[in-house]
């Protein structure tokens, strides 16, 4: 039993690292959430910031072509905002996916960490049990011991 108890400790810090590797994969890729986000925020901040200042200067007057321009770069804009929507919604499933392989890699270490409290609390009953016997074989030893030694005086 003992053997066992080691091989499933060795099994438990196995699947510590691996939850701790599952752990920083699952950070790295919300950090990479937060980055998009940010970045997607920072395009939305400076399109707006940009019409506001077309809008300023229109009031001069625009020409055709730089009215064009203008519509032309907002398109652009406005595709990679669009574009920066879509990785943050790959950047979300490849957490979803180590969110869930971290989940997997807790659940395994928690069974190895039942297995082997049921391991040492069944070893200590077993322990429990032979020192019970070995005190009942004292008590009785000496019960005769002590008979033995009245019935002999």
Known sequence: MANTLNGMNTLLELSKRNLDKAAERLAKANRDVAQAREQETRLQTYRDEYIAQRNALS???VSATDLQNYMLFLKNLDQAIVSQGGAIHQYEEIVKHHLAYWQKCQA???????????????????ANRREQKQMDEFSSNQRR????NHSGV
């Open 59 to 61: 009031l001069e007057g």
């Open 108 to 126: 395994k270490k928690r069974s190895y960490e039942v297995i082997i409290e049921r391991n040492q609390l069944q070893m200590q009953k077993l």
């Open 145 to 148: 011991f002590l008979s033995a």
